[in-house]
């Protein structure tokens, strides 16, 4: 793939999603043009140190993988979670307005009630369940009010070789206890970090070639569907040669409840991702086998 020399700032650069941005574009040799910032580096919920790192920095493609992604946690802390998610978005958008650049920016299935099986589409009306998800909406719509030019990514089930999620969850758990219950009627699709890194890169190559998308929002995670049942199913049959796996139970989203309520149908519809921009994400399970590869377990397994 060609790669841009426009300047590039990645923000989040400590989380599963930036991380693996930052690694992928350092390691194709594009130290002088990309900058990659963490928490320590800059607090999202100090607007004044968010203008001043976009100014220091004047990049001309920013990528915002930064959130307050606590679900739960969020319901106890909703105005952290709205000056992450929903204020910080905001003045990204107009920083990078005011210097004509682009912002790409994630969002979440959780803006979505979770109702009916159809995927969802990007027209299709919101209603989120939890606060996060809220935090999440009001983000994407002050990025859309500022007017910059902007992308973002609604995605799913975030997951990644590295970080903190639900593949490190089991894998630790399995290693705990014998026997575990997995919620089976919530459906949307695993979708690595890998993967969305990948997707960004190859739009950012685009972007640097002058091709300009249409700004907007995007649904952008794997295609295919399971539950969460069904991919602890995956992650314990992947390293069944690792660690023995327990006897996984599938039970209802309210044999499990937690702080936050969580849409049952995830299901996103891929179809204005490809159409509007060319790109196509693989199926969950090929992702997966190809994580599970970069973790050293062969791919046959
Ligand atoms: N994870 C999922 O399942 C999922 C699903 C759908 C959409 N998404 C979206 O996908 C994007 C990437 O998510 P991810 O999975 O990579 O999340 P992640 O691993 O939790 O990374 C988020 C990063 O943001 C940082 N952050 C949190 N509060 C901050 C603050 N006040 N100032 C600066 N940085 C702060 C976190 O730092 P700390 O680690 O120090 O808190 C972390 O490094 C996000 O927009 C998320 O909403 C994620």
Not at 40 to 45: N, Q
Not at 89 to 108: Q, V
Request: aromatic fraction near 8%; charge should be negative.
């Amino acid at each position: 793939m060609s790669l841009p020399s426009a300047r590039v700032l990645i923000l989040g650069a400590g989380g599963q999603l930036g991380a693996q941005l930052a690694r992928s574009m350092m390691a194709d040799g594009l130290q002088e043009s990309v900058t990659a910032l963490g928490r320590a580096e800059l607090d999202f919920a100090d607007p004044e140190a968010l203008r001043a790192a976009v100014r220091a920095h004047s990049p001309q493609i920013l990528v915002n993988a930064a959130a307050y992604t606590a679900v739960d946690r969020a319901e106890s802390e909703p105005e952290l979670a709205f000056a992450v998610n929903a204020t910080a978005p905001g003045i990204l958008a107009e920083e990078m307005a005011r210097r004509n650049g682009w912002l790409l920016h994630y969002s979440t299935d959780y803006v979505f009630d979770g109702s009916g099986t159809a995927p969802w589409r990007e027209t299709d009306p919101t209603g989120p369940l939890n606060v996060y998800g809220a935090s999440k909406l009001a983000g994407e719509q002050a990025i859309a009010a500022v007017g910059a030019r902007h992308l973002i990514f609604r995605t799913s089930w975030v997951y990644a070789a590295e970080g903190r999620n639900f593949l490190h969850t089991m894998l630790r758990l399995g290693r705990e206890r014998d026997r575990l219950s997995i919620v089976a009627d919530q459906i949307g699709a695993p979708t690595s970090a890998e993967v969305l890194s990948e997707a960004t890169a190859q739009l950012i190559a685009r972007l640097h070639d002058g091709i300009e998308p249409p700004c907007g929002i995007y649904h952008m995670s794997c295609s295919g569907e399971t539950s969460w049942f069904g991919f602890a199913e995956a992650i314990f049959a992947a390293f069944a040669e690792r660690q023995p796996a327990p006897t996984l139970t599938p039970i209802a989203t309210s044999d499990y409840p937690t702080p936050a309520r969580r849409p049952r149908n995830s299901r996103l519809d891929g179809s204005l991702l490809a159409q509007n921009l060319d790109l196509r994400l693989p199926d969950w399970r090929d992702a997966f086998a190809a994580v599970v590869t970069a973790l050293g377990v062969p791919a046959s397994r």
